[in-house]
């Protein structure tokens, strides 16, 4: 059973960071693309971050490349989002989600099958 656990969300000062973790069951990292995206408020869900283990790819939105970086550790079968300078703007809902590594990564939500439930990242002063 394919499971996934998000955690590490937190209130944040603006220009602060925060290392968001997505823990996986049920599979193993190097079979499958991670994705991170976020919803805030009244917004649809977008993408933000991809890694696939298997090939080394990775995906940024624009808005946050430079600024976030992803990462596995096939050890500990677990993805992470590293999350600096942060802005108000970044303050949503951080969510992970899976999809066959074969397909490769993509910035849409409809094109993984498997999720998290979420942890809330807010970045205010």
């Known amino acids: 059973q394919v499971q996934l656990v998000e955690s590490g969300g937190d209130l944040v000062q603006p220009g602060g960071s925060l290392r968001l973790s997505c823990a996986a069951s049920?599979?193993?990292?190097?079979?499958?693309?991670i994705g991170w995206f976020r919803q805030a408020p009244g917004k649809e869900r977008e993408g933000v971050s991809c890694?696939?283990?298997?090939?080394?790819?990775?995906y940024y939105a624009a808005s946050v490349k430079g600024r976030f970086t992803i990462s596995g550790d096939n050890a500990k079968n677990t993805v992470y989002l590293q999350m600096n300078s942060l802005k108000p703007e970044d303050t949503a809902v951080y969510y992970c989600?899976?999809?066959?590594?074969?397909?490769?990564?993509?910035?849409?939500?409809?094109?993984?099958?498997?999720w998290g439930q979420g942890t809330q990242v807010t970045v205010s002063s």
């Open positions: 989600a899976s999809r066959e590594a074969i397909l490769g990564c993509s910035s849409f939500p409809s094109a993984f099958s498997s």
């Open positions: 890694v696939s283990i298997s090939d080394g790819s990775t």
């Open positions: 049920g599979f193993t990292l190097e079979d499958y693309a």
